[in-house]
């Protein structure tokens, strides 16, 4: 077997790494909060963004901008952000033990203060500690624990959308299709113009394969979201590459990447395996090094690396032999 770079990787291997990392991505991308919960903030700014805007709040509340989260604020309650668009934005805060609140932000704002009133109201307590078990989960055992404490919460307030859609994201990892459709309808029941709810159906009926369903319901979510919708882009574009339409799910791909201002580099690899799959290999080429460029030393750096190395030894028409 030849090799096909300074480290030594045959072709056979770069391309075992290539289908075993776009795996692991998938599954990633599979919920797009977890996407959100790991955003690049510390990244230079593109050229549409303004300068940093610092929220105070309580340490460690998730931010929200739009419905995208963005990060964490630290011990002393300040999150940094570099990658937000002019204009009128919406902000949601939350923080375990406290009230969740959603404020307007306004054209102009570089600096915003929110402060959060401590809860006891035991059905967002529950809420808020089945999100946190979620998104920590490590096994199926710890998936279980969260969807008993979505239900506690939905018992103690039966009208609860967010606790609904959080427990059917949990039992599409638990592969409990049905089930998580059922709560899908029961948030819609509430809040029937939902488009995080649509985008987990989407995702939902993709995985029990119903094609033209799982379309349906990601373009509801973009339609619903006004078009801003970045979870139901980049669920739609997997639809689209599952049947073959590598330049339509490119587009969906660019999408999602507009919408969260380059903050999650790993939707730059999904773009650049499109790019691979419509062969057209430049286009493959500049995706994946602008996911180097965001992120340097992420988890896939190295086989993204080595899948360049091949890409550009085929474009300058070098013959590689497994």
Do not use: C
């Not at 955003?39 to 460690?60: G, K, M």
């Not at 964490?72 to 969740?100: C, I, Q, Y």
């Amino acid at each position: 077997m030849r090799n096909i770079s300074s480290a030594h990787l045959s072709v056979t291997l770069v391309n075992y790494l290539r289908q075993l990392m776009v795996g692991m991505l998938l599954a990633t991308v599979g919920s797009i909060a977890a996407l959100y919960a790991v955003a690049q903030e510390s990244n230079t700014a593109a050229t549409r963004t303004v300068s940093a805007l610092i929220i105070t709040s309580e340490p460690n509340a998730i931010i929200w901008i739009d419905e995208v989260r963005r990060g964490n604020t630290d011990a002393s309650g300040k999150l940094a952000l570099t990658k937000v668009t002019p204009g009128r934005h919406t902000m949601r805060v939350r923080a375990n033990g406290f009230k969740e609140t959603t404020t307007a932000l306004l054209p102009g704002r570089r600096t915003v203060t929110v402060k959060l009133l401590p809860t006891t109201d035991k059905a967002e307590l529950l809420f808020q500690q089945a999100e946190t078990t979620r998104e920590q989960a490590k096994n199926d055992a710890d998936k279980g624990k969260a969807a008993d404490l979505y239900r506690e919460a939905i018992k103690l307030r039966t009208s609860f959308p967010a606790a609904h859609v959080g427990l059917a994201r949990v039992l599409l990892d638990l592969n409990q299709f049905k089930e998580a459709r059922a709560e899908i309808d029961a948030a819609r029941r509430t809040k029937p113009s939902y488009p995080e709810a649509s985008a987990v159906e989407g995702r939902i009926y993709r995985e029990e394969a119903f094609t033209d369903e799982s379309i349906r319901s990601f373009r509801r979510a973009i339609r619903e979201g006004g078009g801003f919708q970045p979870e139901a882009h980049v669920g739609l574009a997997r639809v689209l590459e599952d049947k073959g339409q590598f330049v339509e799910a490119v587009v969906e791909f660019r999408k999602a990447i507009d919408q969260l201002s380059d903050s999650e580099p790993v939707i730059y690899q999904l773009l650049g395996a499109a790019y691979e799959k419509a062969e057209k290999k430049k286009e493959a080429i500049a995706a994946y090094e602008k996911y180097l460029q965001l992120a340097p030393n992420g988890s896939y750096a190295g086989a993204i690396r080595s899948i360049l190395d091949q890409l550009k030894r085929e474009a300058a028409g070098e013959q590689i032999i497994p």
